[in-house]
């Protein structure tokens, strides 16, 4: 990743809507209620990264894209 960089992070795995156990995420995403594409302002130590969305300023770190919770969608 890289300053500018466009990024999305993957949906959170909830049950489904309708489903009569179905429980509320309370994850930044969801509360805020996300498109969850945001872009990479700077970094912020070492192998992490301050991005912007929609809902307010996250800490991405280089695992989170290792283990394909975000991903770059730059083109």
């Not at 999305?8 to 909830?14: F, G, M, S, T």
């Not at 179905?22 to 498109?35: D, E, I, Q, T, V």
């Not at 970094?43 to 975000?70: K, L, T």
């Amino acid at each position: 990743m890289k300053i500018g960089d466009l990024i999305k992070v993957k949906d959170c795995d909830q049950l489904d809507v309708l489903h009569p156990l179905h429980r509320a995420c309370y994850c930044f995403f969801c509360a805020g209620k996300s498109n969850r594409i945001g872009i990479i302002t700077g970094p912020v130590s070492r192998n992490c990264w301050a991005a912007m969305f929609d809902c307010g300023e996250a800490i991405i770190d280089a695992f989170d894209e290792a283990r394909g919770d975000v991903k770059v969608i730059n083109v």
